[in-house]
Every structure is written in C-alpha cells, then in structure tokens.
C-alpha cells in the first residue's frame, strides 16, 4: 500500500511552489547558500571600496560620479564566478580598458550614434578576443563610450584610463584583498593532481581517464564557448572519476579489506632494525609504535637516509583512517601517487591494519565482478 501524506492546507501550497520553482528553475551547480552570500557582500564591500578610493584619488568626496555603471558587471564576475576565465584580473583590466579605447575610437570617427554603438561593442569583442582578455562588461564600457560623451571631451581617451581604468584596477585589488580573507583562491588557478615523483609523468588518477587532447576535441566539437578553461574540465573529470569509483565501493570500510597481521617496529628500536626488517620482508612501510602500542608514525625506504640513531627519529607521520571508514575515503590518498598504504586505527590509535594500493585495487575489481554478474 501506498503511504499516504496528509497535507495541512498551510503546507501545501509551500510544497506545490517549491516543487514548481524547481521544476522550472534549475538551481545552479557548484556553490550553495553560503557561498552566494559571501558573493554578496564581496561586491557591496567592492563596489564601495571602489568609488570611496577613485573619491580620495581625485581628491573630491563624491564617490558615485566617479564609477561607471560596468563595474557592476565586473563585480558580479568577480565576486560570484571567480573562477571563470572572464572574471580574472588580466581579463577585467585588460577587457575594460581596451573596450573603452575602442568605444571612443568609433565614436570619433562614426557620426551616427546608433551605428557607433553597433560597431563600437562588436569591435570591442573582437579586439578582447584577440587579446585573450574577453570580459562581458566589456561590451557595456565600450556602449558607454560612444554614448555617454567621452568622445566629445577635451581629452576623450583619459576615459579609458580614468575611470575605467582606475576602476577597474581598484575592484581587482578589493577582490584580491577579499577572496584571500574568505577563503578562496584568486586568481583562480585550476587544482590539477600533480606527479608525487617530479616527473613528466601527469599523476595516476589523470593517465587512464580524460586527457588533455580529448577535452581538446571535445571543445571543438561542441561549437559553442564554455566560460571554463580546460584544466578546470580536466579537474572536474577527474572527481567525477574519483565519485563514480567512490560508489562502486561504498558498501565497503576499511576493516573489510585492510590486511591485518602487520608488522611493526618499536619507537625506541635502532634504525638497523627498521631497515632489517623492511629488506628481509620486503616491506614498502613499516609502522612505528610507541610503548603504549599507539601508532606514532611510519619508516618508508626514503626515511632510512635520514640521521637519527633510533626508529622515531628517522620517521615520517602516517596516513591513517578509522577502522569503520569507508573503503572509499582511500580512493584519492592512494590514488594520488603520494602514498602506497594507509595505516588503519582505533579510536585509541592503535594499529588494526594497513590497506594498500593493491588492496584497493582489488575490492575495485571484485566489485565489478559483483556488479557484472547481476
């Protein structure tokens, strides 16, 4: 039988709406809430900071003559997708200013206001996209110029220094200062898994998924311009990746698939004996415990060129999860080509076992097997 939902009539009407709104209106991906917010008073903070530094600079105290209406685009930009290759600082000085030289250039030499402005914003596209500096309020500085007069004055290309210009430049500086204060990376610089070795070698988890070239004819095939630079696609395959193996293996935690007779080493044990114990076993890690069996680092080969007399001088902190952990949470610190193990622990951090790169591979593999057999 059906479970039925008894609905207040006060209820309702809140769920049909919102259930209409989200048919109609996607939400957008990426940032919730939180971040929008923080989107908000990033452009109050840098649109005021903006016109109060051009008032001190030209020595008056009127700040709102001195900002022209595209650094509000610019701002949204700036402070909403500052990630997207048309918010970064080259693209909004370099889009404005060149947008704005180009509006007066037209507007000096077209009479007719309405076929300035047509040419004046299909020329300032064309000049920013040869100069890698494509900025949408771009358009709209350049509509400025032809029509707000700039071309009339006595030095009509000063418009393109100030205000758009100092504008420009002062927003970008309000963005910095602001993103490095909440938190976020700007100029935004795409995160890509990087080769734990220092080789030309592109890292474990980026060799057998999407490369370079196929996002390369992926874009051209598309046809359209996606405001996302390639590296930033490349980035999201690879969590993509990353989650679609996650759920193959979520019904797994590490206590499933850990290995647990462990050989360990003792804090105060020589360092001969670290390196005995990793030869003769053919250990790529060995766990160091100290008297109370608590887990207090682990002894890889590299480590045995470091001086130091005893075991815990010579050791290196320990990737480690909790028994009851997901197997999954494992996927990306082993994937990562910087770590060949994870140690295992309790609560109390003592060692229960280590999962390996060949444990994990292997649950990947049983799991597929499982999965295919359905």
């Given at each position: 039988?059906?479970?039925?939902?008894?609905?207040?009539?006060?209820?309702a009407?809140?769920?049909?709406?919102?259930?209409?709104?989200?048919?109609?209106?996607?939400?957008?991906?990426?940032?919730?809430?939180?971040?929008?917010?923080?989107a908000?008073?990033?452009?109050?903070?840098?649109?005021?900071?903006?016109?109060?530094?051009?008032?001190?600079?030209?020595?008056t105290?009127?700040a709102?003559?001195?900002?022209?209406?595209?650094?509000g685009?610019?701002?949204?930009?700036?402070?909403?997708?500052?990630?997207?290759?048309?918010?970064?600082?080259?693209s909004?000085?370099?889009g404005?200013?060149?947008?704005a030289?180009?509006g007066?250039?037209?507007?000096?030499?077209?009479?007719?206001?309405?076929?300035?402005?047509?040419?004046?914003?299909?020329?300032?596209i064309?000049?920013?996209?040869?100069?890698?500096?494509?900025?949408?309020?771009?358009?709209?500085?350049?509509?400025?110029?032809?029509l707000?007069?700039?071309?009339?004055?006595?030095?009509?290309?000063?418009?393109?220094?100030?205000?758009?210009?100092?504008?420009?430049?002062?927003?970008?500086?309000?963005?910095?200062?602001?993103h490095?204060?909440?938190?976020?990376?700007?100029?935004?610089?795409?995160?890509?898994?990087e080769?734990?070795?220092?080789?030309?070698?592109?890292?474990?988890l980026?060799?057998?998924?999407?490369?370079?070239?196929?996002?390369?004819?992926a874009?051209?095939?598309?046809?359209d311009?996606?405001?996302?630079?390639?590296d930033?696609?490349?980035q999201?395959?690879?969590?993509?990746?990353?989650?679609?193996?996650?759920?193959?293996?979520?019904?797994l935690?590490c206590?499933?698939?850990?290995?647990?007779?462990v050989?360990?080493?003792?804090?105060?044990?020589?360092?001969?004996?670290?390196?005995?114990?990793?030869?003769a076993?053919?250990?790529?890690?060995?766990?160091?415990?100290?008297?109370?069996?608590q887990?207090?680092?682990?002894?890889?080969?590299?480590?045995?060129?470091?001086?130091?007399?005893?075991?815990?001088?010579?050791?290196?902190?320990?990737?480690?999860?909790?028994?009851?952990a997901?197997?999954?949470?494992?996927?990306a610190?082993?994937?990562n080509?910087?770590g060949?193990?994870?140690?295992?622990?309790?609560?109390?951090?003592?060692?229960?076992g280590?999962?390996?790169?060949?444990d994990?591979i292997?649950?990947?593999?049983?799991?597929?097997?499982?999965?295919?057999?359905?």
């Amino acid at each position: 039988m059906d479970k039925v939902t008894d609905l207040s009539s006060e209820t309702a009407p809140r769920l049909v709406w919102s259930r209409y709104y989200s048919t109609y209106v996607a939400a957008p991906p990426g940032p919730g809430a939180r971040e929008r917010l923080v989107a908000v008073a990033g452009a109050i903070i840098g649109i005021v900071t903006t016109g109060l530094l051009c008032g001190v600079l030209a020595g008056t105290g009127a700040a709102h003559p001195l900002l022209v209406a595209p650094m509000g685009a610019s701002a949204v930009l700036l402070f909403a997708v500052p990630a997207s290759p048309l918010a970064q600082p080259g693209s909004i000085l370099g889009g404005n200013v060149l947008s704005a030289l180009v509006g007066i250039a037209v507007a000096l030499a077209v009479p007719n206001a309405t076929v300035a402005a047509g040419l004046g914003v299909g020329l300032a596209i064309a000049v920013m996209s040869l100069a890698r500096c494509l900025h949408p309020p771009g358009g709209a500085v350049a509509l400025s110029a032809v029509l707000g007069g700039a071309a009339g004055s006595a030095h009509p290309f000063m418009f393109a220094l100030y205000p758009v210009g100092l504008n420009s430049l002062l927003l970008i500086l309000a963005g910095l200062a602001f993103h490095r204060m909440s938190g976020h990376t700007y100029p935004h610089r795409a995160k890509l898994t990087e080769s734990a070795h220092g080789t030309q070698d592109s890292a474990p988890l980026s060799r057998s998924g999407v490369r370079p070239s196929d996002v390369d004819a992926a874009l051209e095939s598309f046809g359209d311009t996606l405001d996302i630079n390639r590296d930033d696609l490349l980035q999201l395959f690879e969590l993509a990746g990353l989650s679609a193996a996650e759920r193959q293996v979520e019904q797994l935690s590490c206590n499933d698939i850990m290995s647990r007779d462990v050989i360990t080493i003792a804090a105060t044990a020589p360092v001969e004996e670290a390196h005995r114990l990793l030869r003769a076993r053919h250990l790529r890690a060995l766990p160091v415990e100290n008297v109370s069996g608590q887990l207090v680092g682990v002894i890889t080969w590299p480590d045995l060129d470091k001086q130091g007399a005893f075991a815990s001088e010579i050791m290196a902190p320990a990737d480690t999860a909790h028994v009851s952990a997901p197997a999954a949470a494992l996927l990306a610190p082993l994937a990562n080509g910087h770590g060949h193990e994870v140690m295992i622990v309790d609560d109390n951090m003592h060692l229960q076992g280590i999962v390996t790169q060949t444990d994990i591979i292997a649950s990947l593999i049983t799991k597929a097997v499982t999965l295919n057999t359905k």
